[in-house]
DNA sequence: CGGTAAATTGACCTGGGTCAATAAATGTGG
DNA sequence: CCACATTTATTGACCCAGGTCAATTTACCG
């Protein structure tokens, strides 16, 4: 245990320093423990500290003048929430906690601190904006052209490899924790609609359902129906400057 | 004339400093006109430099399995191109010129000097970066949760105010640039159906068009059918290291 | 064990897509 | 500067993926 979430998820990419170690280590000095369904930040509140996402699962979305929903983005442990505080006065979007969860604030302070004593760790945060940028784009093209079934497809599909590294109970069955209506919120579909695609897609045999759990039992199949783009491999991070 | 585009936008948020201008003159030594209708990075090719857009107006897209097209960004004077090359070996977007264009291509080592050297233009960056993820969250929920009407109605006006530092012809009325079905493939919808919502939203006295020109009648109307949110006031950018 | 949220399903509706024909605009070579 | 070729814009007729509404059923919670 590394104690630092972050540190864990940015070494995935490369060997940190222990100067890089103990600088992350710092933005997780304090923590703060939320229930499910508690709301973190709310669109439009005055933002105030950044946070990292040590245990649980939450989400960002936003509201539209009609009332409904878009949810922009799930946040496992090792994500970054709030990063719009780096801009904003006021929050753009809301992010509430789907179970209980661990959240680690810092000020945008020792953002400043970090990326002057840490030209590295800097670099490596443009790297993961790029990369939200990147997965952002592969939605937009979702919602824009592809099939309602493609869309929860991708979802499913996109639920269960960020989950992966955290979930114990590996293999090819997760708990979604999700519902319906929450996933037609991430996809732009209705909560109806999502279930006659969860139903279609589970009768073509790519997945099956019991009790919030889904199990794939096609994977190539699964990936196949929902455009996946595989956004994991073909890194090129050997531009970095060094360690300090 | 600042010498870098890249400098003049980054200067809109702050004074930057002579060494800081300098750093940035560096990243656009080199120019590269480009015809309309060129393409710069092809999606899937191998990513080479960077770039700066430093005069015309340019499109990236994806395409899709079945040929339809997503377009994901309009870029302007000031744009980084192919930021993606700091993440990735293959390009995941193709970008064409939309007019003649000038772009200033440089090296991934050079963003590593800049980051290491120059704190706050690190941090800057990371500002940037930021804000294209808001934008592109915008455009999520607009494509999720909006209606035709809505979509066309905020590609006007993002193309008008993202155009606007530019163009000489200030005023209500400004060149859109962009055939039908573009406006389509950037809104998720077809050709035909652009149309229908050009036409009803001149009828309902919100704009009104001659050969390619649109002039905005009722500029409040258009934000409001367009569900538009300002994202260019409200910035806090206090917490930014010092200069170098 | 009741009570409420979530999942399902059927019946029906509509926003936006598809197809096809025409007109306007833009460009091109001579 | 003109006749022709190619895009692009427009419009009408008709269709369908996904939405809406409403009724049950099932799962979860105190």
């Not at 423990?33 to 950044?50: C, F, K, S, V, W």
């Not at 799930?74 to 929430?81: A, N, Q, R, S, V």
């Not at 579909?189 to 794939?216: F, S, Y």
């Not at 096609?218 to 595989?230: R, T």
Request: include cysteine; aromatic fraction near 6%; proline fraction near 4%.
């Amino acid at each position: 245990m590394s104690g630092s979430c972050f540190a864990e998820r940015l070494g995935d990419f490369l060997a940190l320093s222990s100067a890089e170690h103990d600088a992350l280590a710092r933005l997780e000095e304090r923590e703060r423990p939320l229930r499910r369904g508690a709301t973190l930040i709310r669109e439009n509140d005055p933002l105030g500290e950044l946070f990292i996402l040590r245990k649980g699962m939450m989400m960002s979305y936003v509201l539209l003048p009609d009332g409904s929903r878009q949810i922009l983005r799930f946040l496992f442990p090792g994500d970054m929430i709030a990063s719009s505080a780096m801009v904003y006065r006021d929050s753009p979007e809301t992010v509430v906690a789907l179970t209980d969860s661990i959240v680690c604030p810092f000020e945008r302070s020792a953002m400043a601190t970090l990326v002057t004593e840490h030209p590295r760790l800097a670099a490596l945060f443009m790297v993961l904006a790029q990369m939200e940028r990147v997965a952002l784009t592969d939605r937009l093209a979702a919602l824009g052209r592809t099939s309602a079934k493609a869309r929860v497809a991708a979802l499913l599909l996109e639920i269960r490899y960020r989950m992966r590294p955290t979930d114990r109970t590996n293999g090819d069955s997760f708990v979604l924790g999700l519902t319906q209506e929450e996933i037609g919120d991430a996809t732009g579909l209705t909560a109806v609609h999502v279930n006659r695609m969860l139903r279609q897609i589970e009768d073509e045999g790519l997945i099956t359902r019991e009790a919030g759990r889904v199990t794939v039992r096609n994977e190539a199949g699964l990936a196949s129906a929902a455009n996946y783009i595989d956004r994991f491999t073909g890194l090129e991070l050997g531009w970095l400057p060094a360690a300090r």
